[in-house]
């Protein structure tokens, strides 16, 4: 389990959240109803991004999949239809096409 360390990232300003990401696990949030200062001093974040001191437990954590989740997904859904298509699977390019 993490102890998360939240580095403030960016702000959206129409939406009124801040984007937050963990330095140490890479999982990434978000502040709900952030002040007017703590809006303002984000909107600099994307070029002077900082440490996030308002509390975690207003950090909502977003349930991302990985990219290499998404890649097992695609190959999995790509082998099933061709077993359902009678034909024999054949990976075509790299791993990294997956990515794609």
């Not at 330095?23 to 007017?36: F, L, T």
């Not at 975690?56 to 190959?75: G, T, W």
């Amino acid at each position: 389990m993490c102890n998360h360390r939240w580095i403030v990232f960016s702000a959206d300003l129409e939406c009124c959240f801040i984007s937050v990401q963990c330095s140490k696990c890479h999982a990434k949030g978000r502040v709900s109803k952030p002040s007017q200062r703590e809006l303002k001093k984000a909107f600099f974040a994307t070029s002077l991004p900082y440490v996030w001191t308002g509390g975690c437990f207003r950090v909502s954590i977003l349930r991302v999949k990985s990219d290499i989740l998404l890649a097992r997904e695609k190959f999995a859904s790509e082998y099933e239809l061709c077993l359902k298509q009678g034909r024999k699977y054949e990976k075509s390019g790299d791993l990294n096409s997956f990515f794609s």
